[in-house]
């Protein structure tokens, strides 16, 4: 029996990282799979758990190009998880594919962000540079543009519930999101196996909303009153910041709304349902979890 391809997942302790290799260990064996981690020595419960699933655990720091090189030896496909560095990730992702092609991968896949190539979210323009930095390479590559994940938008209810009001500058626009998993699920299959190299994945939730719509979504949820004002993106930006939130955050979520409104992140092409083989999960479905989780004194999750 041949043995089976090596699969690496960057950021394996990540929250993307462990639900792709979660959904890995359904399909495949966990000795064919490689957890990168920045620092073994660091977030050592989330190391040991995947050792304990069997995985093995190698240190790729998209800063330190060294760890890089030994790190993808003998890896057959690669998934580029993005760093959550703004700013930097055009560094270390060229540090990353750079490393990749040295080690002789044979295919990288990596989570962009959704119609990267048309998006006037500036945070598209790092996924734009890394895009285009695969194409460079020579390395055959298969773009996983994600939409937003319903999580997402689960921070921003603590403040609202305080206030009765979720502020916004998106308008009418409307959000294709799914779940974090429903993403890994996409990522995973297109690790394991298939002809996806060239391939380019457009991956947004089955159905979208508005923020009004999310809005009543949580009022229903919760039985307590909430409404949403839209805002002027610099006016939600000034908003942001005075509740405490750092400049870049205020930044982001302004101009994440504002490209909201231009149809930044909405798509209904149905590529991630079609990868993970089912519908994708309702966002009404992740937000009332939340909220009631909320109720039930759970505190908030993370959602980074």
Not at 34 to 57: F, H, M, Q, S, T
Not at 87 to 110: E, F
Not at 218 to 223: C, D, L
């Given at each position: 029996?041949?043995a089976?391809?090596k699969?690496?997942v960057?950021?394996?302790?990540?929250q993307?990282?462990g639900l792709?290799i979660?959904?890995l260990l359904?399909?495949?064996?966990?000795s064919?799979?490689v957890?990168g981690?920045r620092d073994p020595?660091?977030n050592e419960?989330?190391?040991?758990?995947?050792?304990?699933?069997g995985?093995e655990?190698?240190?790729?720091d998209?800063?330190?190009?060294?760890t890089?090189a030994?790190a993808f030896?003998?890896?057959?496909?690669?998934?580029?998880i993005?760093s959550s560095?703004?700013g930097?990730r055009?560094?270390?992702?060229?540090?990353?594919?750079?490393?990749?092609?040295?080690a002789g991968v044979?295919?990288?896949?990596y989570t962009?962000?959704l119609h990267?190539?048309?998006s006037p979210?500036?945070?598209a323009?790092?996924?734009?540079?890394?895009?285009?930095?695969?194409?460079?390479?020579?390395?055959?590559?298969?773009l996983l543009r994600?939409g937003w994940y319903?999580?997402?938008y689960?921070?921003?209810?603590?403040l609202a519930f305080k206030h009765?009001?979720?502020?916004?500058?998106?308008g009418?626009?409307r959000i294709?999101?799914?779940?974090r998993?429903d993403?890994?699920?996409?990522?995973?299959?297109v690790?394991?196996?298939g002809d996806?190299a060239?391939?380019?994945?457009?991956?947004?939730?089955d159905?979208?909303?508005?923020l009004a719509?999310?809005?009543?979504?949580v009022?229903?949820a919760?039985?307590?009153?909430?409404?949403?004002q839209?805002m002027?993106?610099?006016?939600f930006?000034?908003a942001?910041?005075?509740a405490?939130?750092p400049?870049?955050?205020?930044k982001?979520l302004?101009d994440?709304?504002?490209?909201?409104?231009?149809?930044?992140l909405f798509?209904?092409g149905?590529?991630?349902?079609?990868?993970?083989?089912?519908p994708?999960t309702?966002?009404?479905?992740?937000?009332?979890?939340?909220?009631r989780?909320?109720q039930?004194?759970g505190?908030?999750?993370?959602h980074?």
């Amino acid at each position: 029996m041949p043995a089976s391809p090596k699969l690496f997942v960057t950021g394996a302790t990540g929250q993307l990282g462990g639900l792709v290799i979660d959904t890995l260990l359904e399909t495949v064996p966990a000795s064919a799979i490689v957890a990168g981690v920045r620092d073994p020595a660091k977030n050592e419960g989330a190391v040991n758990a995947l050792r304990e699933k069997g995985i093995e655990i190698r240190a790729a720091d998209y800063t330190q190009p060294a760890t890089l090189a030994s790190a993808f030896a003998g890896v057959d496909r690669l998934l580029l998880i993005s760093s959550s560095e703004n700013g930097k990730r055009k560094v270390q992702h060229r540090n990353v594919i750079d490393a990749a092609k040295d080690a002789g991968v044979g295919l990288i896949a990596y989570t962009s962000i959704l119609h990267a190539d048309t998006s006037p979210l500036f945070l598209a323009e790092e996924h734009r540079d890394t895009e285009a930095a695969l194409a460079e390479s020579g390395v055959p590559f298969a773009l996983l543009r994600n939409g937003w994940y319903s999580e997402v938008y689960t921070w921003r209810l603590p403040l609202a519930f305080k206030h009765g009001v979720f502020m916004g500058a998106a308008g009418e626009g409307r959000i294709s999101s799914a779940a974090r998993a429903d993403y890994a699920g996409a990522a995973a299959a297109v690790l394991a196996g298939g002809d996806h190299a060239g391939r380019t994945y457009e991956l947004a939730g089955d159905a979208s909303f508005t923020l009004a719509k999310l809005v009543a979504v949580v009022a229903e949820a919760s039985g307590k009153p909430m409404t949403y004002q839209n805002m002027t993106p610099d006016a939600f930006r000034v908003a942001v910041l005075k509740a405490g939130a750092p400049e870049i955050v205020g930044k982001i979520l302004s101009d994440t709304d504002a490209g909201v409104a231009k149809g930044a992140l909405f798509d209904d092409g149905g590529a991630l349902a079609r990868l993970i083989g089912r519908p994708t999960t309702p966002f009404q479905a992740t937000i009332t979890e939340f909220v009631r989780h909320q109720q039930a004194g759970g505190g908030a999750p993370s959602h980074a």
